[in-house]
């Protein structure tokens, strides 16, 4: 089985690096034939020799590398094929751009830029025969795993939709319940599952399987409780002979919070220059189509419950919470006006609290501000909620990347503590790239079903 999955990993790892590869060969080639050239005639003294070329090849596949690796473009069979196209081409763009500036710094001045065009548009179309190609193989290399579900009180229609949504990656072809007993379900386990699912279990029986399962090397996916998220971002200290993992009292260090804000104060001025003309056009369309107040202003909480008031382009109708109930947006919510629609698809209506941050209220990355009353309805059922708040709030986070608007409020507490307990500059980095993939994912700003108004009473809340 160890052999079998180096093998797959091995072919998958071979695929991707044979992409870079065709795309590197095609900035290449545009380099040998148009912009070395044509550069080296502007510029008398601009010479290459051989070394100098391939250290201008070698930056190009190094920035491919780091863009595919951050966007998950060399996720093939574990990202869907459009998803790993997207990245892709994303990737390809910030790549690109970044070499066309590069060369126009060697040049002391703008290139002509349709070659980098054709050679983009040359790109996309390599990337997706490639991905197809790969898709295909990665196949029939690796059919869906069969897998066995072990769960416990929770319904499992949430889980067995999310891994229905994957039917080319995985298939799980029994559910037994806990109840069970230990030695039938490790009996169910020997019949050699590819994988099994632990779904809201007890700790002890969840326990007993993982260590079970972990001698017999079978995988096991493992839905985390809160004390996992923790325990997972703990350090891990060498005092004694024996290994200590430490929780830290604190979320993040002053060395770490100066460097965070100095990135949002530098960050947020740059955005608010370069936006500047999109919030102008937004203001007017919103004035012009009901005459109401162009801004919305609302009560949200930051790092340790401070109370602040966000700003907000509005999307909804003046009078979206006449009767003074806070509302979460549901699909196809009729409060939302057609700009807003358009705004909130784009995030257009975020961009004003680019100046909550650097008033200092919220940080770019950082778990999504909620307003006081929706945090005591959490609370009641979840008293873990207040964790989130140990960090400043963000403008986009953890939960906004890995997650969906109509993420339940557990799951989107779990991906948020994942965040301040794996905190680091480079993830605050990461995070705000990945943003800029999320806004063009339209499941990303989709509004809660009317089954999901309740998900948080029926959340994962089995912890002993």
């Not at 070395?36 to 003294?45: D, G, H, L, Q, V």
């Not at 998220?229 to 009292?249: K, M, Y």
């Not at 260090?253 to 936006?275: F, P, W, Y």
């Not at 209506?349 to 929706?374: H, T, Y």
């Amino acid at each position: 089985m160890k052999q079998m999955e180096s093998a797959k990993r091995m072919i998958v790892l071979c695929l991707n690096f044979i992409g870079m590869i065709f795309h590197t060969a095609v900035y290449a080639f545009v380099w040998f034939s148009y912009y070395y050239p044509a550069i080296s005639k502007f510029t008398a003294r601009f010479k290459f020799y051989k070394n100098g070329h391939l250290l201008m090849i070698a930056i190009y596949f190094v920035l491919l590398f780091f863009f595919f690796h951050t966007y998950g473009g060399l996720k093939v069979g574990y990202l869907k094929p459009m998803e790993v196209f997207f990245s892709q081409l994303f990737s390809l763009l910030f790549v690109n751009i970044i070499t066309y500036l590069q060369i126009s710094l060697m040049n002391n001045w703008l290139v002509t830029p349709e070659y980098f065009v054709g050679a983009m548009l040359a790109q996309l179309l390599i990337a997706a025969f490639w991905i197809y190609i790969c898709n295909f193989v990665y196949r029939k290399v690796s059919p869906p795993r069969e897998m066995l579900l072990i769960y416990g009180e929770r319904s499992i229609d949430d889980i067995l939709r999310k891994f229905a949504s994957r039917k080319d990656k995985y298939n799980i072809v029994k559910c037994i319940n806990i109840s069970e007993g230990i030695e039938k379900i490790e009996a169910e386990i020997k019949q050699k599952y590819g994988a099994v699912v632990l779904w809201d279990i007890p700790t002890a029986d969840r326990n007993k399987l993982l260590k079970y399962c972990y001698g017999q090397s079978i995988r096991v996916y493992m839905m985390p409780k809160i004390p996992d998220v923790l325990v997972a971002g703990s350090d891990q200290l060498h005092l004694f002979d024996t290994p200590i993992l430490l929780t830290r009292e604190y979320a993040l260090t002053v060395e770490q919070r100066m460097t965070k804000r100095a990135i949002d104060v530098i960050c947020a001025l740059l955005l608010i220059i370069i936006s500047s003309p999109i919030m102008l056009i937004t203001a007017v369309c919103i004035k012009c189509y009901d005459k109401g107040p162009v801004f919305y202003k609302q009560v949200r909480c930051t790092v340790g419950g401070r109370e602040f008031w966000i700003m907000k382009f509005r999307s909804m109708r003046v009078d979206a919470e006449k009767d003074g109930v806070a509302r979460l947006a549901s699909k196809n919510d009729s409060r939302i006006t057609p700009i807003g629609k358009f705004i909130r698809a784009v995030r257009i209506d975020e961009l004003p609290q680019l100046f909550n941050i650097l008033k200092g209220d919220m940080s770019f990355i950082g778990p999504r501000p909620e307003r006081p009353e929706i945090i005591k309805q959490y609370v009641e059922e979840m008293p873990e909620f207040v964790f989130r708040m140990k960090v400043k709030a963000g403008l986009a986070g953890y939960a906004q990347v890995y997650g969906k608007y109509n993420t339940t409020p557990y799951d989107k507490l779990k991906l948020d503590l994942s965040y301040i307990e794996n905190y680091s500059v480079w993830l605050d980095i990461k995070l705000m790239l990945l943003t800029l993939k999320i806004l063009f994912q339209a499941e990303s700003t989709e509004g809660i079903d009317n089954s999901q108004v309740t998900a948080m009473k029926t959340a994962d809340r089995t912890e002993e």
